[in-house]
């Protein structure tokens, strides 16, 4: 007979989950018997239930115990810590997600099971952080403090490993859940923000609110974070619009109390001589002008020298928005760092307050952005070469990405810096699935780490090559039709698969809702709770490990930057609140996203738009797009 404990060890080790806690969870599943079988239908030496794992046979204890490691080594990739990903096996992904981290809302029988499997108080391999919560609920209202420029990650679990679910802004409130957890190296908060998004985040960057200025006032002075926000009469989005805000526009605040409405929490404003009520996620109190310090100058108004190259100035850590016409309210194109360089194109606009230019982008996007924003780059010439009067760049590609060789960044805030080294200065901090290409193939040492020498398009830096994924882009290899036929789902926990095929007819690739189902069932979706990792991780995999197509996903992300890739690149979205996922063709007249997967089995379902309020409304929104540069 096998040594089939043995065997599991060697399958443990190899798809890089612990061996000691697999072959103990094992023998707690079965006691290492191929024979094992219960009544609710667990099978076999991993006690793999068939309906939910169609593609493995668990009366086969080889191929049982290769299925049950890999699953278990995503699990534990997926939430941080084995204490979660041994409860996701036993209890379910779904109640997982939910989970408090508190061992009495556990079932006794996970309770059991953790307690067999991992010991007293569920010690993690190494002394890790277990993602469980030990200590007594934390309450209270927290402002983030001390990140300055950056963001504070909310992570769904108490591990730098865990995967980011919102980003956090100096200054943003957010409300403690739970208790707190160390890990890591830090100790843990759980929290809400103000969009209603749970997680927890690293109590190094969050002190009470009432404590956090020593006593003193709240900012009196907010900058407005994006275009197009609505200052109401009342808080709530229901409320009557006074006026619509561009980014950037300062309101002061008026002193009365933060309110809580539709979902958010609310402050009231004055801007000039208009009083009304903001959305607070709408406003950085981190980035006001200090003493009413005057804005930046507008581009002198007249003609423009098509091939003038300019400079984004003055954006910080946000992005300059370059949209398809020169309006506030047209879709977004793009969104370009602080020292992004771009070129003119034509002459100027007058339109929403703004005088916007017409530019082409780095990435070869071409739309329109507020001169504010913009100077002229002196001695003329992009990056030290010549404009050209064809409109490609001195690099002779068009306005895109100079160098042969590609990588894509593969997390958030990773930072491009002056020369190798963790004490080098940073350039800018770059977003997971940037694009970035090499400007010289030798690899430096530095910090411990290896640093590969890249250029983002707009400037040329170092970033370690523990971030930095080979591209496999799909240009030259597909071509995107928008036009694609629509894929309406049979059963209502199906949204996600129909959205994944949407994706791969989009560019070409032919897939049957069989061929798909199978290869996305129960690893990344089941019937009881439709897609697991409401990030749409499990889509971008799938799409790779079966197709070998390179995606990335989004998490949260924004209306404006749904409507940047909808029509230009596949992109499907999903929300909690909405209980779905669609993908998108495109934007209509009215700036709504045209979905295309509405599917048919309940009134949710059935929407073929969703519009600007739906979307802030239902909170929280991810996305996954397929990357055609």
Aim: proline share 6%; hydrophobic share 40%.
């Amino acid at each position: 007979m096998p040594d089939y404990r043995a065997y599991a060890r060697e399958a443990a080790q190899r798809e890089g989950c612990d061996p000691e806690i697999f072959s103990r969870q094992i023998q707690q599943e079965s006691g290492v018997n191929p024979e094992a079988f219960n009544p609710s239908g667990a099978t076999g030496i991993a006690q793999i239930i068939a309906r939910w794992h169609p593609s493995v046979d668990p009366t086969d204890p080889i191929a049982s115990l290769d299925y049950a490691a890999r699953w278990m080594s995503d699990l534990h990739r997926q939430y941080g810590s084995y204490a979660r990903a041994l409860a996701a096996y036993n209890w379910g992904p779904g109640n997982v997600s939910r989970w408090d981290g508190q061992r009495d809302s556990l079932p006794g029988e996970t309770r059991h099971y953790l307690d067999i499997i991992l010991g007293a108080g569920w010690p993690e391999p190494g002394g890790a952080s277990n993602g469980t919560a030990t200590r007594p609920p934390v309450s209270g209202r927290f402002r983030v403090v001390r990140v300055g420029s950056d963001r504070l990650n909310v992570r769904i679990a108490p591990s730098v490993s865990a995967p980011i679910v919102d980003r956090l802004a100096e200054g943003a409130f957010a409300e403690a859940t739970g208790p707190s957890q160390d890990g890591d190296g830090h100790t843990w908060l759980a929290l809400r923000s103000t969009t209603g998004i749970e997680g927890w985040a690293a109590q190094a960057f969050l002190e009470l609110a009432s404590a956090a200025t020593n006593g003193s006032a709240a900012p009196a002075r907010y900058r407005v974070s994006d275009d197009g926000v609505r200052l109401r009469t009342q808080p709530g989005t229901d409320a009557p619009i006074l006026v619509e805000l561009g980014r950037n526009t300062e309101a002061d605040d008026d002193g009365a109390e933060p309110a809580h409405a539709s979902g958010r929490s609310w402050r009231r404003v004055r801007v000039g001589n208009q009083v009304g009520w903001v959305a607070v996620s709408f406003l950085d109190p981190s980035a006001a002008s200090p003493n009413g310090a005057a804005g930046p100058a507008e581009v002198a108004a007249g003609a423009v020298t098509a091939g003038t190259p300019y400079r984004v100035v003055r954006v910080g850590a946000d992005r300059l928005n370059l949209r398809a016409g020169p309006s506030l309210a047209s879709p977004l194109v793009d969104r370009l760092a602080d020292g992004t360089l771009v070129e003119a194109l034509g002459p100027l606009r007058e339109a929403d307050g703004h005088t916007w230019l017409s530019l082409r982008a780095p990435s070869g996007g071409v739309g329109w952005g507020a001169g504010a924003f913009l100077e002229v780059v002196a001695p003329p010439g992009l990056a030290g070469g010549g404009a050209h009067s064809n409109g490609s760049s001195s690099n002779g590609t068009n306005g895109s990405i100079a160098g042969s060789v590609r990588f894509r960044v593969t997390d958030d805030a990773v930072r491009l810096r002056e020369r190798p080294g963790t004490d080098a200065s940073i350039l800018a901090e770059l977003r997971r699935g940037m694009t970035v290409a090499v400007v010289e193939e030798a690899v430096a040492e530095a910090s411990g780490r290896r640093w590969r020498h890249v250029t983002d398009g707009a400037r040329a830096g170092w970033i370690a090559a523990d971030f930095l994924r080979e591209a496999t882009s799909v240009a030259g290899r597909y071509t995107f039709n928008a036009d694609t036929p629509t894929e309406r789902q049979l059963q209502s926990w199906t949204c996600s698969i129909r959205s994944t095929m949407w994706l791969l007819k989009s560019i070409g690739v032919e897939i049957s809702a069989e061929a798909a189902q199978d290869g996305m069932c129960p690893r990344y979706v089941n019937e009881d709770l439709g897609l697991l990792d409401a990030t749409g991780a499990g889509i971008v995999q799938f799409l790779r490990d079966a197709h070998g197509i390179e995606a990335v996903n989004w998490a949260p992300v924004s209306l404006d930057e749904v409507a940047a890739w909808a029509g230009r690149q596949p992109v499907a979205i999903g929300g909690r609140a909405w209980g779905h996922w669609s993908a998108v063709r495109g934007v209509n007249a009215a700036g709504d996203l045209v979905l295309a997967n509405p599917g048919g089995t309940g009134p949710r379902y059935g929407q073929q738009t969703l519009n600007r309020d739906q979307f802030g409304q239902l909170g929280w929104f991810s996305a996954v797009t397929i990357a055609l540069d």
